[in-house]
């Protein structure tokens, strides 16, 4: 049982923190259109990245995908983390690294996710 719950609060803090930056891609605020721009990806970038966080934080909160929104969320997160070391720096905009410690935050869960929740993906069942 306490399996379950640690995947629950994992999955949540993983989805909210992909969840609450949406607002910031979406309406194109400036700091959001700040980095994409630094990363060569501004508009489509922001906007598709949006979308992907979305469906993943979606997948996150229904148990039956939960590890596919996992190992989701590891890839679009790690590109993230990636960007963070080295194109955009740890802090961005003078944010004081919070861009980059939610981005390791959500990685994290997300990793610990897929290790908790390996037997139900078709790849890694047999670990």
Known sequence: MPKISVSLILAL??????????????????????????????????????????????????????????????????????????KLGINVNNDGGELFGLALAAFICCAILVVLERKKLPILNKL
């Open 13 to 86: 803090a993983a989805a909210i923190i992909m969840l609450q930056t949406l607002y910031f891609k979406f309406t194109a605020h400036p700091d959001s259109v700040f980095i994409f721009t630094q990363l060569g990806m501004e508009p489509y970038g922001r906007i598709g990245i949006g979308v992907m966080e979305l469906i993943t934080s979606i997948l996150l909160l229904i148990p039956r995908t939960r590890p596919f929104g996992a190992v989701i969320g590891v890839g679009i997160i790690s590109g993230a983390l990636f960007f963070h070391l080295t």
